[in-house]
């Protein structure tokens, strides 16, 4: 069975980078047939999609790319977000997902078979 567990500060400070991680149990993430993904809720609003990674590169959102980067360390099974220069705006609950690697340019949050049950991060000083 697979399973997703995101970890990192729920409080992180204007400014500062964000950093999280996902744990993946019951599936290796170096199956190339699947890719990992960073998915966000802000209060209020819709889910939008961050980036991914799968074994032959990293897609990001237009619009978070100049201050998103997704890694992964195979040793442990995880993958990692990094948010940079954050602000208020960037308040919310942040959830890692698996997508099949045909699907990995798509934005729609849909595509995404397995989750985490998110974490909440709270920007603010």
């Known amino acids: 069975q697979v399973q997703l567990q995101e970890s990192g500060p729920g409080l992180v400070k204007p400014s500062q980078t964000l950093s999280l991680t996902c744990t993946v149990s019951g599936y290796s993430i170096t199956n190339s047939n699947y890719a990992w993904g960073w998915i966000r809720q802000p209060p209020g609003k819709g889910l939008e999609w961050m980036g991914v990674i799968a074994y032959d590169g990293t897609y990001y959102s237009p619009s978070l790319k100049s201050r998103t980067s997704i890694s992964r360390d195979t040793s442990a099974n995880q993958f990692s977000l990094q948010l940079s220069s954050v602000t208020p705006e960037d308040t919310a609950v942040y959830y890692c997902?698996?997508?099949?690697?045909?699907?990995?340019?798509?934005?729609?949050?849909?595509?995404?078979?397995?989750w985490g049950q998110g974490t909440q991060v709270t920007v603010s000083s």
């Open positions: 997902a698996r997508v099949p690697r045909i699907a990995v340019a798509t934005t729609t949050p849909n595509a995404y078979d397995y």
